[in-house]
Nanobody
Framework: QVQLVESGGGLVQAGGSLRLSCAASGRTFGSYTMGWFRQAPGKEREFVAA????????????YADSVKVKGRFTISRGNANTVYLQMNSLKPEDTAVYYC??????????????WGQGTQVTVSS
C-alpha cells in the first residue's frame, strides 16, 4: 500500500523559512517523479515543483514574478523515497495546504497517481 506522509508545515512570519518533508512507503520510488502541489483557501490546487530521482532533474511552477517560487523554493530528494521542499523568503501568498505527490509517469497538467494528506503552511504578514 503506497503512502505519502508530509511533515514540516507550520506558522511562520513573512520572510521566514520552512522545510517540508515527504516520506513515501509501500514500494521503492526510485523511478518515480515526486513533487509538491499546494491549495490556498478558495483556490484550485496548483503545481509547485517536482523532481526525478534518476538524473536529478527538477521543475518549478512558472508563476507571476510577484509570487515566483523558483529562486525561493528548492526541491530535493533525500533518497529514492523522500522529497523535500525548502521554502525561503516566504510570503503571505504562499499560505496553503501543501501536498506531496508521486507518479511513475508524471505528465505536466495531469494529476499524479499518489497523494499525501497535506500539511498546512501559514505565512503571517
Amino acid at each position: 500500500q503506497v503512502q505519502l506522509v508530509e511533515s514540516g508545515g507550520g506558522l511562520v512570519q513573512a520572510g521566514g523559512s520552512l522545510r517540508l518533508s515527504c516520506a513515501a512507503s509501500g514500494r521503492t520510488f526510485g523511478s518515480y517523479t515526486m513533487g509538491w502541489f499546494r491549495q490556498a483557501p478558495g483556490k484550485e490546487r496548483e503545481f509547485v515543483a517536482a523532481t526525478r530521482w534518476s538524473g536529478g532533474s527538477s521543475y518549478y511552477a512558472d508563476y507571476a514574478d510577484s509570487v515566483k517560487v523558483k529562486g525561493r523554493f528548492t526541491i530535493s530528494r533525500g533518497n529514492a523515497n523522500t522529497v523535500y521542499l525548502q521554502m525561503n523568503s516566504l510570503k503571505p501568498e504562499d499560505t496553503a495546504v501543501y501536498y506531496c505527490a508521486a507518479d511513475p509517469a508524471w505528465v505536466a497538467g495531469t494529476p499524479p497517481n499518489y497523494w499525501g494528506q497535506g500539511t498546512q503552511v501559514t505565512v503571517s504578514s
